[in-house]
Nanobody, 127 residues
């Protein structure tokens, strides 16, 4: 089970840290990713991390502003988001494919119908 938290409403330029707590399996066995889905748009991968590949960021728009990390002792995945912009407004999900060996490429292409997902947490950036 994956449970996201940490979403909320912030002004442009603000920061939020999202958390994704896992239970029933170890996050560090697999590649884990953050995704987001804005109203009327498809879900897109934002960032992914695996034990062998390190962090990967997908939209150019988040590079330098978002940081993915994982606390293996707590079994929690994080997404630190700085300098937030209105276009970052979306529901943010964490997900994993539960496949070994851990690779980000297949995780990043997961759809809502595949893999394992949390319930999502809303992030709203507005003045």
């Amino acid at each position: 089970q994956l449970v996201e938290s940490g979403g909320g409403s912030v002004q442009p330029g603000g920061s939020l840290t999202l958390s994704c707590a896992a239970s029933g399996f170890r996050l560090d066995y697999y590649a884990n990713a953050w995704f987001r889905q804005a109203p009327g748009k498809e879900r897109e991968a934002v960032s992914c991390i695996s034990g062998t590949e390190g962090p990967t960021y997908y939209p150019d728009s988040v590079k330098g502003r978002f940081t993915i990390s994982r606390d293996n002792s707590k079994n929690i995945l994080y997404l630190q988001m700085n300098n937030l912009k209105p276009e970052d407004t979306a529901v943010y999900y964490c997900g994993t494919d539960g496949v070994f060996p851990a690779r980000c490429a297949p995780v990043a292409t997961m759809t809502p119908e595949t893999g394992y997902w949390g319930q999502g947490t809303q992030v709203t950036v507005s003045s």
